[in-house]
């Protein structure tokens, strides 16, 4: 009932950002332009609650999957019809299009501002995916192991596109399950060719190729009395090294349990400086255990104000053509719908960073928030970019299209809405399903 009623709160949390911040644009700009704004609801369907004030009816809505703003005239497919100075359909069509346009362009500001902000306050990010993408280890099996990839081999690009950073490799690898990627690798200074095909992992088919970087193990937490507190070892130290070898992240554990009562030499880097310590691993079972929690190096990342604006650019920038990218994998089949996320998922998402705090959430809603705004500037009908697109046109033929024709428009559009709407609720219950969509096809 805990975890039901969080993500009922941190839905409405998420949700009424965007949306408010998404349909005020569309007022503020309505309202400079005078236009008369009828409803500003959050929420469609039947009205809940609210209060007017002149001619606007502020409400919230039954249904919390969106909101609309409802301007004069606005809609209305009447022929002839008069016009009031304040209708809609009576200003310039530039003024509508900055009307409509100014939606989608909050929610893209409202990313940039988040994620500047946390620029400026500064938060911890893993070490490694800003690295150079050396291949630290290879998982026994996978496809990487599968492919003859081996440890040192440096990654320089998939599919043709290059790869400067971990983080660009996890995207590329991520978006395609069960793909053949063609990488293009440097081994002992010669460059060559790999195909991999990736393997499908956890619910959400996310692309799997089993290698990593070469991520520094970062100590969390030393037990009191434990064999790492009597050695030395203390939280912030990261691991350089044991018995003059490196040990990256994934090897760690293994090196220290596969040496109960044996003596290492540990080489951690502390404070800037490499310190020297012996440990020896306690026997626990058939395993040693020295009694840290580890977490992989990461090191907090703070920018002054025109450098975190810079910087929230960059990461807006990278992201949008990532959406891009995905939206354009899913229609070619090259990624699996079961990526997408509809409320449901958003929802659990939106719980999930509430309870891992403030800029955990805050960098949640920038995402949404971006992702939001990019989706609503596609021209179809229902959305923004729907309506965006015929005053293009009509600016193009220098007339506005007949009433019946917008009216077509129209439904064609609300008959795409509900169908989108219908699949990806369809497709967050059937994630929960033991096979998926295919649970719904018995034979």
């Keep these: ?20 911040v998404h349909e005020f644009g569309h007022f503020f700009v309505g309202k400079l332009m005078g236009v008369r704004v009828e409803v500003f609801s959050l929420g469609y369907g039947k009205r809940l609650f609210g209060f007017k004030k002149g001619h606007t009816d502020y409400r919230v809505s039954l249904l919390p999957l969106g909101g609309y703003c409802r301007f004069l005239g606005e809609g209305t497919f009447e022929p002839g019809r008069k016009l009031e100075p304040d209708d809609f359909g009576a200003k310039p069509r530039w003024a509508r299009f900055l009307i409509i346009a100014m939606g989608p362009i909050m929610n893209i500001l409202l990313a940039l501002v988040i994620v500047a902000g946390i620029n400026m306050v500064g938060v911890s990010t893993p070490v490694f995916q800003d ?85 520094l193990t ?82 907090t990342k703070k920018f002054g104000f025109l450098a975190a604006v810079g910087e929230s650019y960059k990461e807006n920038k990278r992201l949008v053509f990532l959406v891009v990218d995905f939206l ?9 719908a079961r990526q997408i996320g509809g409320p449901l998922e958003i929802a659990n998402f939106s719980y999930a960073a509430l309870k891992m705090g403030f ?8 995402l949404i928030s971006l992702q939001l705004g990019i989706l609503n500037l596609f021209p ?30 129209m439904q064609i559009g609300f008959v795409i809405f509900v169908l989108l709407i219908g699949f990806v609720l369809l497709n967050d219950i059937v994630k929960r399903l033991p096979n998926g969509w295919a649970s719904l096809w018995p034979f």
């Design 218 to 299: 970062q100590i969390r937490m030393v037990t009191p009395d434990s064999p790492a507190e009597k050695g030395g070892l203390q939280a912030g130290d990261v691991i350089l090294a044991i018995d003059g070898q490196p040990v990256y992240f994934y090897k760690f554990i293994k090196t220290i349990e596969s040496h109960p009562e044996i003596p290492l030499a540990f080489l951690v880097r502390r404070g800037g400086a490499e310190v020297s310590l012996t440990i020896t691993p306690r026997r626990e079972g058939q395993v040693g255990k020295v009694g840290v929690l580890q977490a992989a190096e990461s090191a």
């Design 131 to 215: 690295q150079v993408p050396d291949i630290g280890w290879i998982d026994a099996g996978s496809p990487a192991e599968k492919a003859g990839l081996r440890e040192n081999d440096v990654i320089l690009a998939i599919d043709g596109r290059p790869m400067k950073t971990w983080n660009d490799v996890e995207i590329a690898v991520g978006t395609k399950p069960t793909r053949v990627l063609k990488l293009e690798i440097r081994r002992e200074g010669s460059t060559m060719p790999v195909s991999l095909t990736t393997e499908s992992r956890t619910k959400y088919a996310m692309g799997y190729a089993g290698f990593y970087g070469k991520v």
């Design 1 to 20: 009932m805990i975890n039901l009623l969080g993500t009922i709160l941190a839905f409405v949390i998420v949700f009424g950002v965007l949306v408010f």
């Design 328 to 336: 354009k994998g899913v229609v070619t089949g090259q990624t699996s």
């Design 380 to 409: 179809i009908p229902v959305l923004d970019g729907g309506q965006l697109f015929v005053l293009l046109i009509e600016g193009i033929v220098r007339r506005d299209l007949g009433p019946k024709a917008r009216q077509i428009w």
């Design 359 to 366: 800029l955990a959430l805050m960098s949640w809603i920038a």
